[in-house]
């Protein structure tokens, strides 16, 4: 049992990281990006082209997430321009719409271009015990990557300039341009590190297990899922429902089975939304 809590934490820390970058995007422009699993999909395909192209696995990583994070900019500057001259429901469906067209083409590039490219880094070294418990050397660095980006997202959003114009715009837009700052170079920004947080999480999930084309959608249920739970716009909230639900899903696909996990999440879903409609640490509007 011990075995399974910890398998499920190292995959709660992979859920909230991929979370973050839903919510935060939510937050300043109340959009949804259902496109958020095929970036992070995108970026394990970049890597993976680049680590085949012969470089290192270092440099790849590090080109998927910086190519990825100009595409989430460049859709902030395209296509969510138009979306956040809009307000109230038109802005929420305009953006599910238009974001939701990008899913599906970025779906159907991969499909047609690389149809059978996935992603698994393969973390050399033994089990590592644990607690008594042996982890594999993937497992732990996938954990140790996902515990020290929420350290330095935690860091940025309170002891920065910019991370506290992001939380002020989050709180309150038109207060937060009175004092200066302009949010639509903060969106932007999000929109970047939103991106870079997906591929991220691509590339750390390929360290436990291989990513595929197919996983886009996937990926983008957990976020929302993820997000809800720890409440939309909260940052601590969802790392919180990441490692919660993460233990859900691992206890449940070991003793219940993986066919029925994703009904098990979206029922917890469901259930916070009952008892707390703003979610674990999220605040009512």
């Known amino acids: ?13 992979q859920f909230g990281l991929l979370g973050v970058g839903l919510t935060l995007v939510y937050g300043l422009g109340g959009v949804l990006n259902l496109a958020h699993g095929q970036l992070a999909v995108l970026a394990a395909i970049i890597v993976a082209r680049t680590m085949n192209a012969g470089a290192a696995a270092g ?4 080109v998927g997430l910086i190519v990825v994070a100009a595409i989430g900019l460049g859709l902030e500057l395209s296509l969510m321009r138009p979306v956040y001259q809009e307000r109230g429901e038109r802005r929420v469906l305009l953006g599910l719409v238009l974001l ?3 899913a599906f083409i ?8 690389y149809p059978n490219e996935s992603l698994s880094l393969r973390i050399g070294g033994g089990p590592v015990r644990v607690l008594g418990v042996d982890m594999r050397a993937g497992s732990l660095l996938a954990s140790a990557v996902a515990i020290v980006v929420g350290g330095v997202l935690a860091a940025f959003f309170r002891l920065t300039v910019v991370g506290q114009a992001v939380r002020s715009v989050i709180q309150n837009e038109e207060g937060a341009q009175l004092s200066g700052v302009n949010p639509n170079v903060v969106r932007e920004l999000i929109f970047a590190l939103s991106a870079a947080l997906a591929g991220l999480v691509a590339v750390t999930r390929s360290m436990t297990s291989p990513v595929t084309i ?12 993820v997000a809800v739970v720890g409440g939309l716009g909260s940052v601590p909230g969802a790392f919180l429902a990441g490692v919660l639900l993460g233990v859900v899903n691992t206890v449940s696909s070991y003793y219940i089975g993986s066919y029925v996990t994703t009904i098990i999440l979206l029922g917890a879903a469901a259930i916070t939304i009952l008892v707390r409609p703003a ?4 605040h009512a509007r």
């Open 100 to 102: 939701l067209g990008v």
């Open 59 to 62: 440099v790849a990583v590090a």
């Open 1 to 13: 049992m011990k075995a399974v809590i910890f398998d499920g934490i190292v995959l709660g820390l």
């Open 106 to 113: 970025i779906d159907g590039l991969l499909v047609w271009r």
């Open 279 to 282: 979610g674990l640490l999220g």
């Open 214 to 225: 197919t996983a886009g959608f996937d990926f983008t249920i957990l976020a929302l899922i």
